[in-house]
Nanobody, 115 residues
Framework: QVQLVESGGGLVQPGGSLRLSCAHSGSIFNLYVMGWYRQTPGKQRELVATLKGGGSGEYVDAVKGRFTISRDNAKKTVSLQMNNLKPEDTGVYYC?????????WGKGTLVTISS
């Protein structure tokens, strides 16, 4: 069993920054794929950023140049640094992990961008 727990959401003004973190625990030491999805109002859940193994982060076009995903395998965490936030970034952000064809999800953390 694998658990993913997000933290770091909150309210921030446009142009501000937030850092989301996700800690995973359970029977699998490291998940090959880890990333972040978000559910924004009126839209389907979308992939924001992902890391596969030791590769570079991959991002949806809307966040390229503003968001950075990173992971610390020793601490079993994945983080999402979000800069220059925009109102359209508002939503619930979910941590995601996958290993051997099995997907795992956190419960989500709310990010609100508003003045």
């Amino acid at each position: 069993q694998v658990q993913l727990v997000e933290s770091g959401g909150g309210l921030v003004q446009p142009g501000g920054s937030l850092r989301l973190s996700c800690a995973h625990s359970g029977s699998i030491f490291n998940l090959y794929v880890m990333g972040w999805y978000r559910q924004t109002p009126g839209k389907q859940r979308e992939l924001v950023a992902t890391l596969k193994g030791g590769g570079s982060g991959e991002y949806v076009d809307a966040v390229k140049g503003r968001f950075t995903i990173s992971r610390d395998n020793a601490k079993k965490t994945v983080s999402l640094q979000m800069n220059n936030l925009k109102p359209e970034d508002t939503g619930v952000y979910y941590c995601y992990g996958s290993e051997s064809g099995v997907d795992y999800w956190g419960k989500g953390t709310l990010v609100t961008i508003s003045s």
